[in-house]
Each structure stands twice: as C-alpha cells, then as structure tokens.
C-alpha cells in the first residue's frame, strides 16, 4: 500500500464535510488532535519522542569498537543520525505551526530506565552495551505499525501511529481552518539540509500541508520501512550511496539474524543477502543504566564532563530551533565530539546522560551579550551582537592607517563564528571543527592588563602596552619610527596627536594611553560588536570584539572585559582564545580568496 493511500484510509474520500466528521472519534487511543494547541503539544511531544532514543543509541554506539565491528557500528551509527534528523524535522513542523520547540529541559533527561513520551507503558528504555537486549529493545522501538492500525495521539504502540495521529490533525486542522491558519509560524525558523550535516534522508523545510505530510513521511519511512510492505526507506545509504538504504527496523533484524536484505527481499522473507558478522568481543562492557560514580571520583568528573557537554548539544539545539538554525551544524558537531568523553567513561561507570541546570552550567544560557568559547569548537555569540567587516587600510608601502567598516554581515540572534580557520563558510562555523578534530586548547587566563602593563611616558601622554596581546597589525610601528620612539617628541603636538591616533587604531588594546602615568585611560568610542578584520593583500586576520562584550572562555571563566579585545580565527593562535598574530604567519586566507584590495593610498 502506498503512504499516500495508507493516509486515504484515514476517512473515506467524499464530500469535504465528509471526509472532516470520518476525521472524528476513532475509539482509539489519546483525544483527537483537533485544535491548534493540541497539535503544537503533540509536536513537542514528536521532539521529546525522537529525543529520547538517542541516549540508548548513543550507548550501543559507544560500546562496539568500530574496528572489530565495521558493520554493527555503521548500521547504529546511520540510525542515530537519522534520529537527529527526525528530531529536526519534527522541529520544522513544530515551527511550521507556531510552536516554539523546548529541548534544554530536565523532561529530555529522565532517569533511565524510562518509557517513551507519551508512549505504550510496555516500551522501557534503557542504557546498555550493544548486544541481545539493545537490538530487541531497538526492534521494539521502530516496529512496523500492523495493517490498518489506528492512528494513536498517547500512549501509542507503535512510533507510526502517533505520527499518523499528527497527520490525521493537521488534515483535520488544514480542513476546518485553512492551511495558511494552521502554517503560520515563520518560514526563517526552519532548519533546511544545509545546516545539517553528516546525515542521509531529507531534511523537509516545513511550510505547508504538503511538505508537513513529507516531513512525516520522512520520519515514518526511515523508522519502519517504505510503503508499509517493504524493507526499503527511499533514501540511499549514508555509508554507502550506491545502495539503497533499509529502514531502522530491517537494519537491526539485519543485525539479529546475521543476514543483509538484498533486492527482492520483503519482510516476509527475511533477510536474504550477504552475512553480516559480529564480535562480541568487540563489544566494550558498560554498566546497564549507568548510576552517578563516587563524588569527587574520577568517574564522576568524566561523568560530569559527558553531562554539560551533552546539555551544551541540547541548548544549542534548542537556540537552532528558535530562530538559529546554522547552529544545528554545531549542535551535531558536537555530538560526535562527545564520543571522546563516553569512551572515557564505558567500561568504567558509564555515561549518565543527567541533566545540568543552566545555573550550574559553565556558561549561562540567558540572552546578554557575549561571546562564549566553545571548547574545541566555534565562538557563539549571543544577544544579537552587529558582525561586520572591517578592512585594514594601508599606505602603498603597506604602513597601517587605518579601519574601514564595510557592510555589516547577516547574522541569526545567536551565531557561531569559526575559532578552527577550516570552515566552509567563515566567518561562520559549518561543524568542520568537530570532522577535523579541531585542538582548541586554551591558554592559562591571562593577568589583568594592569598588572601586565609596561609604561612608557612622554609629553602629555602616558602610553601602556602589554606585550602578550599584540595581534602585529603594526598601527604602532609607522613609517619611519615606533610610537616608542615618538613619545620623545610628544610635546609636539603634532606628534602626540599621531601617537594617541595610532593608539586608537590599536585592534588588541595592546598598547593604550592616559594624559598623564596613572590616569584614566582614553579609549576609543568602540560600538559593541564583532568585526571581521582583513588585513593587507587579503590577509584574514582576527575577530575584533568591541564595546566591553564579554568573552567567556570554555572552562566558564571570563577573560578581563576591555573595549578592544582580538580573538583567534585561523586556529593556530599560541595563546587562545586571543589572537597573537598567528595568521600572519601562515598567510591566513578566507576562501574563496577575496578579490585584491583596493584600499592602499595611489602611488603617484
Ligand atoms: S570552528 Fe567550527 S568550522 Fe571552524
């Protein structure tokens, strides 16, 4: 039967009128969905349902050492990013319809072993190693809804007849209201495939009945399977594209009964095609539902450590969902950076998958300005920060002058610019942090710049420098001599007035001036924001952050707030997150590369 006839099915196909009261009481489980509310509460649910199955599929992935079970890891490893998927697409339906999707929420995290949101009371879930108890639990999960099965709003047996219940109340809704009632959410909510990656299926941006209805089929069609009657999903293989793709179900019966499906197959038959082998002993042991380790314990740092960066997965999500979305490439980054934390724990105590309070995170989650260090990961910038560009100009001999502003860049409330100098997309982050493995290691916290300061002092003026912050975007070099010569000439006027300019155009604040030793410093009337510096001959250089925003480092410690502050963006810095003039070195380039500039001063 085909998806669009199983959807028929849900009323006869008369009359309008008709086809609205077949929509009513179904004697099945869980109220209709039949006012707006009630389907946004059903969608949240949706979120809260593809959630809840990556904790135990994470677990079973974490266990099985790739090496030893290629195949085993491959087929757990392409569900849970298709789980990711689902999760996404429910939040495009969610969004379509003027929901707001919550994902950083102690309900995400519930002790295991738990049931499925809203789910059949008989379903437990549970946290253990790959092997017996995994795949039946998998199987149970992603069974095929039995022919002719009713569509269930709660307390749902399969995962096809909640989402056929959601169907039947967006056609329901879509007859009684109108389509343009029910998708009135706004369009620049939706996550499309290209801030998704390392995913197979479609990632339907959601706008109307149409493309509800192939979002839904999406999740369905890759959980049980195509059509109702076959293994096969309609997508390709996300390991390998030259195949098509089976659906969740029929890849773990692949796994149970040792067999692939191969063309012809259906789920009558079983699988037929070639063996599909695994090592238990490539299986690492890991408690069953992890309990928290010993305070103070190693264990419980590492478990600790797991929690706030899976919690960090879930806030950016959550950001994504909410008028974002390029942050669903750094939220699934960091997924796969997780990794390295479980492997740490399984085997020992395991990971808990607790959740941690936005009080007790390192990095508060409200909407104040400020940038925060992602460890091994981009910048994110909160609370609607201006980017722009600025352009270093020069003279013809390459002597800095000065900054020219150029257009400001589009930006969504929260972005993420690349700290790793490898993205696709810069100054955007596009995950390729978390591909390359990315080695963002921080410096120690850098002393006040009162302490650090050297002072210098001429004429009228009191100059201060702090070595360690230079970027060498040599405002203080000039032409014929370095401010530190000129202080001897500062009761020239003319002179002063060239140092403190100089100063001023100081990108890192390394060098600032009062009018006289210990007096209130002169800064610069900076706007707060963040500018993306190009250096001479298309040199890229740092991300200057103006006007006192904030910049908190990974471990959830503020660096000193200062006017001027200069960030590493190619990703060899020696003193990250700060810029030390690193890109300068390796010829730091944005790609494609920029066209020559034409900013220096005419020769003559
Ligand atoms: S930091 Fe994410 S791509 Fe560079």
Redesign the pocket.
């Known amino acids: 039967m085909s998806r669009e006839s199983r959807i028929d099915t849900l009323g006869p196909r008369g009359s309008r009128e008709a086809r609205i009261d077949t929509l009513g009481p179904r004697g099945s489980r869980g109220a209709r969905i039949d006012t707006i509310d009630s389907l946004r509460e059903h969608l949240q649910w949706a979120i809260e349902l593809e959630h809840a199955t990556l904790p135990p599929y994470l677990c079973a992935l974490y266990s099985l050492d790739a090496r030893r079970n290629p195949e085993a890891a491959e087929i757990v490893g392409s569900v849970f990013a298709e789980e990711m998927l689902h999760l996404a697409l429910a939040a495009n339906l969610l969004n379509a319809v003027g929901g707001r999707p919550v994902l950083d929420t102690p309900r995400m995290l519930p002790p295991h072993p738990r049931r499925l949101p809203h789910g059949d009371r008989s379903l437990e879930l549970s946290l253990v190693p790959f092997g017996a108890e995994a795949l039946e639990m998998f199987l149970r999960l992603e069974r095929p809804a039995p022919p002719g099965a009713a569509p269930e709003g709660d307390d749902y047996e399969t995962i096809g007849q909640f989402y056929a219940a959601i169907e039947e109340g967006l056609r329901y809704l879509c007859e009684r209201l109108g389509e343009r009632a029910v998708f009135a959410g706004d369009p620049a909510r939706q996550v499309h495939a290209g801030h998704f990656l390392h995913t197979g299926g479609r990632l339907v941006a959601v706008h109307d009945l149409k493309t509800a209805l192939a979002a839904l089929e999406e999740i369905v069609e890759q959980g049980e399977g195509n059509s109702h009657g076959e293994v096969w999903d309609g997508d390709k293989d996300v390991f390998h594209p030259e195949r098509d793709e089976v659906a969740h179900y029929y890849r773990f019966q692949e796994l149970k009964l040792g067999r692939r499906y191969r063309r012809g197959d259906t789920p009558r038959s079983g699988p037929t095609g070639e063996p599909v082998s695994v090592d238990p002993d490539g299986v690492r042991p890991m408690p069953r539902n992890p309990r928290p380790a010993e305070p103070g314990s190693a264990a419980r740092r590492a478990q600790e450590e797991f929690n706030h960066t899976y919690c960090a997965v879930l806030h950016l999500l959550e950001r994504a969902f909410n008028g974002s979305p390029r942050l669903v490439a ?1 939220a699934t ?1 960091m997924m796969y950076a997780l990794k390295a934390q479980a492997l740490a724990l399984v085997g020992e105590a395991g990971p808990t998958f607790e959740y941690v309070t936005p009080e007790e995170r390192r990095w508060s989650t409200g909407d104040e300005r400020r940038v925060v260090v992602l460890r091994d ?2 910048y994110i910038v909160y609370g609607r920060v201006p980017l722009r560009r600025k352009r270093k100009i020069v003279s013809a001999g390459n002597d800095a002058l000065t900054w020219k502003t150029g257009a400001p860049l589009e930006t969504e409330d929260t972005y ?1 610019l ?6 696709g997309s810069k100054p955007f ?6 591909v390359i493995g ?1 080695d963002g290691t921080e410096a120690p916290p850098m002393r006040p710049y009162e302490e650090l300061q050297h002072v210098h002092d001429g004429v009228g003026i009191s100059a201060r420098r702090v070595g360690e912050l230079c970027v060498h975007a040599a405002f203080c070099i000039g032409r014929t001599r370095p401010i530190a010569a000129m202080l001897a000439d500062t009761a020239d006027s003319d002179v002063r007035a060239a140092v403190m300019g100089r100063i001023d155009h100081c990108p890192s604040g390394s060098y600032s001036y009062a009018l006289e030793r210990g007096g209130e410093p002169i800064e610069p009337d900076l706007p707060q924001a963040v500018s993306v510096l190009e250096e001479e001959d298309g040199l890229a250089g740092a991300l200057w952050v103006t006007g006192g925003v904030p910049v908190i480092r990974s471990d959830g410690r503020p660096l000193e707030i200062r006017n001027r502050v200069t960030l590493c963006r190619c ?1 060899h810095s020696g003193n990250k997150p700060l810029c030390d003039g690193t890109h300068r070195a390796i010829g730091f380039r944005e790609e494609p590369a920029p066209p020559p500039s034409t900013d220096k001063e005419p020769t003559s």
Do not use: I, Q
């Not at 690349?418 to 993205?423: I, L, N, Q, V």
């Not at 982050?429 to 978390?434: N, R, S």
């Open positions: 750094v980054g990961g981009p993420a690349c700290r790793c100098g490898h993205s982050c596009d995950g390729t942090h978390a990315f990703g």
